[in-house]
Structure formats: C-alpha cells, structure tokens
C-alpha cells in the first residue's frame, strides 16, 4: 500500500490544484480551516477526491475530526490499509 509520504505528496498535490495552495504553505501541521483557509464547501470536495484517490467511501462522522494535513494522512493511509 501506500507510504504516507506518498499519501503527502498527493494531498500537497490536491491542495495546489483544488484550492491553489502554496505548497510551502502546506506541512503536516497545517490547519485546514486556520492555515490553508479551507471552508466547509471545499472540505466536501477534498472528500470527493480523496474518495476518488482511495476507491472507497469516507464516512462523515470520520472527516469530521479531521482539522490537519496529518489527520488527512492517517486517514487515507487508514482506508488504503482497510484499518
């Protein structure tokens, strides 16, 4: 499966193109709403391409507590490993 520098790299690669996200912006500690100023509009669309990333459904309730690029890491890395 995949490593989660590889989930990262994609995430980082996301951001760039869905919200046009300075990469230098984008670290393991950035808050998505506070640092990368995502609102609740593109939260819903990162879950849409990361759902197309993983080939699996994302459950609300999980994206819910996701608040930095590391949440969004473990997840995805999460799905991919069926945990």
């Known amino acids: 499966m995949k490593s989660k ?3 990262l790299k994609k995430i980082i690669q996301l951001f760039e193109e869905l919200f ?3 990469k230098e ?3 393991l500690d950035s808050n998505l709403y506070e640092d990368l100023d995502i609102d609740s509009i ?3 669309d990162l879950v ?3 759902r197309k990333m993983t080939g699996k459904k ?3 309730e999980d994206f819910k ?3 930095t690029v590391q949440d969004i890491v473990d997840q995805v890395h999460g ?5």
């Open 5 to 7: 520098d590889d989930i």
């Open 20 to 22: 046009d996200t300075d």
């Open 25 to 27: 912006l984008i670290t």
């Open 42 to 44: 593109d939260a819903v």
């Open 48 to 50: 849409i391409e990361l």
């Open 58 to 60: 994302i459950q609300p």
């Open 65 to 67: 507590a996701v608040r």
């Open 79 to 83: 799905l991919l490993n069926d945990k």
